[in-house]
């Protein structure tokens, strides 16, 4: 089996069985971002408890891309550190500019090194970073409170 149709079928297995989807009725920040380019919209919750991410909820829809990239984006960053998640966040975003230069570093992003091949199609970028940006968003205003 090719590496690109692993990658492929990771991505739909997210797609089809998501993590965390579903709002947490409590949480410490709430932010909602939309890709304007074509319609994908993420709902995300985080419960900041000492700087530790106690829990990521979401709810969206989109494409298969946007949705799978924040299941597995809640999945790696829940129970991180606020320092933790930023390094990690740091290598999903320098991947998704390598235009498909960079492997990523599966010791940091885990699962999400599958994206390194959305990131040749400028197009699907975006897709991929809504619900790290989402992500980054609710971090900041949680850490606000």
């Not at 969206?60 to 390094?87: H, N, Y």
Request: hydrophobic share 40%.
């Amino acid at each position: 089996m090719e590496l690109d149709s692993l990658y492929q079928e990771v991505i739909l297995d997210h797609y089809k069985h998501p993590q965390h989807k579903g709002l947490s009725p409590t949480f410490s920040a709430q932010v909602s971002h939309v890709n304007t380019s074509c319609g994908d919209e993420i709902i995300l919750n985080i419960i900041l408890e000492d700087d530790v991410i106690t829990s990521l909820t979401w709810e969206g829809q989109g494409c298969s891309i946007s949705q799978a990239s924040v299941s597995m984006m809640t999945d790696l960053l829940t129970g991180k550190s606020l320092e933790e998640s930023e390094t990690i966040v740091k290598s999903f975003s320098e991947l998704m500019a390598s235009k498909g230069t960079s492997a990523g570093d599966p010791e940091i992003l885990e699962d999400a090194v599958v994206f390194a091949g959305v990131s040749k199609f400028p197009g699907r970028v975006k897709c991929s970073l809504l619900g790290w940006m989402a992500f980054k968003d609710a971090s900041i205003q949680a850490q606000a409170q």
